[in-house]
């Protein structure tokens, strides 16, 4: 399955940006999508996941009330919205899927698939 991110840029504080997730594969909709981010020098962490019915999410507690993931099966494609952003949203994010993820968990090794990256830059 390949992803593709996009949506990234350089953004000042309190300003907003929608990356998104694409991908061609139909199977999009069977499959538990996540964001993660590498900010610069640091491991990747987790940001948020969504089941792939898009009911149940999941928020890392840094950016709940910030960021909002959603997708849209019909077009093979996931969303994450990121308002009132921060220096230290600065990161490399990626968006990876997987099959069941047992609580829409935070652990990268859950997700089988991942996109190759976007980077987000917010200056202060």
Same mark, same amino acid.
């Given at each position: #399955?390949?992803?593709?991110?996009s949506? !990234?840029?350089?953004?000042?504080?309190? /300003? *907003?940006l929608?990356?998104?997730? +694409?991908? &061609?594969?139909?199977?999009?909709?069977?499959?538990?999508?996540?964001?993660?981010r590498?900010?610069?020098?640091k491991?990747?962490?987790? #940001?948020?996941?969504?089941?792939?019915? !898009?009911?149940?999410?999941?928020?890392? /507690? *840094?950016?709940?009330?910030?960021? +909002?993931? &959603?997708?849209?099966?019909?077009?093979?494609?996931?969303?994450?919205?990121?308002?009132?952003?921060?220096?230290?949203d600065?990161?490399?994010?990626?968006?990876?899927?997987?099959?069941?993820?047992?609580?829409?968990?935070?652990?990268?090794?859950?997700?089988?698939?991942?996109?190759?990256?976007?980077?987000?830059?917010?200056?202060s």
């Open positions: #399955v390949q992803m593709v991110e949506g !990234g840029g350089v953004v000042q504080a309190g /300003d *907003s929608r990356l998104a997730c +694409a991908t &061609s594969e139909r199977t999009f909709s069977s499959y538990d999508m996540a964001w993660f590498q900010p610069p020098g491991e990747r962490e987790f #940001v948020a996941a969504i089941d792939w019915s !898009g009911v149940t999410t999941n928020y890392a /507690d *840094s950016v709940k009330g910030r960021f +909002a993931i &959603s997708r849209d099966n019909a077009k093979n494609t996931g969303y994450l919205q990121m308002n009132s952003l921060k220096p230290e600065t990161a490399a994010y990626y968006c990876a899927v997987g099959s069941r993820v047992v609580g829409l968990g935070n652990r990268p090794t859950q997700y089988a698939y991942w996109g190759q990256g976007t980077q987000v830059t917010v200056s």
